[in-house]
């Protein structure tokens, strides 16, 4: 019966919307519990440049898949779904609301549509594509899957190791484009009722944002805690700490660039995500873009979701 179907409520965005600060009002306003859909706030040790929201500003609400994994772990798009499952099975059975938030596009939409099924990896084959990438270089791989699925490396960075990896593997084990193939699936194995809300902040006012936050990351602790990763012995190479802000201050400690060099590049990688991001959202026809500032517009559309049968 479609009213058994736990309802969720998702908000997501590009980087610096908003969405943490949104998601605690609305959890404390419904009594609710959030559940974090960012790739990188599953990693333990990784909170100043991840933005984790301090414990003091989470005002008592529980946060779950935060810090569930040490950086040398693997965490993707299926741990995710493997962990989030039961998390929303105990709220819904406890008619807990439940709020998803997080700017990581893959995992909401994964969880709200499932995964499309693939042929399970060939180490052989993946361990070729690692050693050509250390060899050759990002660009190498990412011109070559440009060339094969020019889709799909629209909306994979140039330096995304571990997406172009997984994009190229997928192509040679199916012998389809990995769009054409996500494209198919369409994500339609469907298993929610979902009000997902993305959040619409003008562009260069995100820019600001997120240049202000890059400064404030680097005042409040970033780089003592990439060389406290580093010292406990996490490897630069890790797929985390190749993240935006671990990699550039990993390249300031290594004499690379300076620090007002650093603090440049991570400001500017930054404001390509949010963008890669906005454009990841409004290719998804069920998300509904609402202004943060209107907060109770946001809250009369909740209190609707919450409270229709459908």
């Not at 050509?132 to 799909?152: N, V, W």
């Not at 994979?156 to 571990?162: E, G, N, S």
Request: glycine content about 6%; hydrophobic content about 40%.
């Amino acid at each position: 019966m479609v009213e058994d179907f736990p309802k969720l409520i998702v908000i997501s965005g590009p980087t610096c919307s908003g969405k943490s600060a949104l998601a605690v009002e609305l959890a404390l306003m419904l009594g609710g519990e959030i559940i974090n859909a960012d790739s990188m706030q599953a990693y333990k040790g990784m909170d100043i440049g991840t933005a984790k929201l301090p414990l003091s500003e989470r005002k008592g609400i529980p946060h779950h898949l935060i810090d569930i994994v040490n950086p040398d772990q693997e965490f993707n798009a299926a741990l995710f779904l493997l962990h989030t499952l039961p998390i929303i099975r105990d709220l819904h059975g406890k008619k807990m609301p439940i709020i998803v938030v997080g700017g990581t596009g893959l995992y909401v939409k994964t969880l709200l549509g499932g995964l499309f099924k693939c042929p399970p990896s060939k180490p052989e084959l993946r361990q070729n594509l690692i050693e050509e990438y250390e060899k050759r270089g990002p660009s190498f791989l990412y011109q070559r899957l440009s060339s094969l699925d020019r889709k799909a490396a629209d909306t994979i960075h140039p330096k995304d190791k571990v997406r172009i990896i997984r994009a190229l593997e997928v192509i040679y084990l199916t012998g389809s484009p990995f769009s054409e193939l996500t494209s198919k699936h369409g994500f339609s194995d469907r298993r929610f009722l979902a009000l997902n809300l993305c959040l619409n902040v003008e562009r260069q006012v995100l820019y600001s944002r997120i240049n202000r936050r890059t400064m404030s990351m680097i005042d409040s602790g970033l780089i003592n805690e990439v060389e406290r990763l580093l010292k406990i012995g996490y490897s630069p190479e890790l797929k985390s700490m190749q993240a935006i802000g671990y990699r550039h201050i990993v390249g300031y400690l290594k004499g690379r660039w300076n620090l007002d060099e650093a603090t440049r590049l991570i400001q500017r990688d930054t404001r390509r995500y949010a963008k890669r991001q906005h454009t990841w959202f409004r290719a998804d026809p069920d998300v509904i873009w609402v202004d943060p500032d209107y907060r109770q517009s946001i809250i009369n559309k909740v209190i609707t979701f919450i409270n229709t049968t459908t």
